[in-house]
């Protein structure tokens, strides 16, 4: 879950930061960090950036207009460094960033905006706690239940279930190990402890009997009706 500007605030590097406006949105979601000194930067925006600058865009610049392309934009926040040439913040940004209910923030001593984006980054690519593996149980579970799984399979592995067993088992290994690998050869012939070219001549076989199978679509029937076959 992407952190909120309030929670990046309070990340160790974010030290000293002062909210100067848009105290009621601090709950918006921060996407990404970037360094800006230009002052379109709105154009560059995608949604939910937070902004660093050491207020460069503001000199001899209209603050507000700035601030309103950087709200209307999708940004979620700017935060400026005021120790190089802007010390002061604009009374023309504060207001419009206060009528825009913009999210303005402040730091009084230098900071090193690396270490500021290297933290949000850190904080915002975090994996989610508790994330379950990719399943595809629920589906299996639903054929299973409405009595269609035994269609399901042989719609999709027909042609290789009517093989004798011996054949029958190895193509469907093979299958099995290509699907699990996006179909790399090498890969697949390390997980099943063969040559390259005997996996290359197993595929041409799976390709005779199963038609195409570089479609996105068909693959994930394919895994489908294979996990209906580990659950019998």
Known sequence: MLPTLAEVLILPAFAGAEVRSGHARLGGPITWVH????????RFLSGGELLLSTGTPLIGNDGAAYIHSLAYGGAHGLALELVREVRELPPAAL?????????????????????LTRAAHARILRPPAAVSPPSLSPLTDALNETGRAANFVASHLAAVLALPPHPRLTLLDTLTALLACNFNVAESARTLGVRRQTVYYRLE????????????????????????RGTE
């Open 35 to 42: 360094v800006s000194e230009i002052s379109d930067a709105a």
């Open 205 to 228: 076989q799976l390709r005779a009997m199963l038609g195409d199978l570089d479609d996105p679509k068909r693959q994930l029937g394919l895994l489908l009706a294979l996990e209906l």
């Open 95 to 115: 207001d419009a960033a206060q009528q825009s209910d913009f999210p303005l923030i402040v730091f009084r001593q230098e900071v090193n905006f690396a270490e």
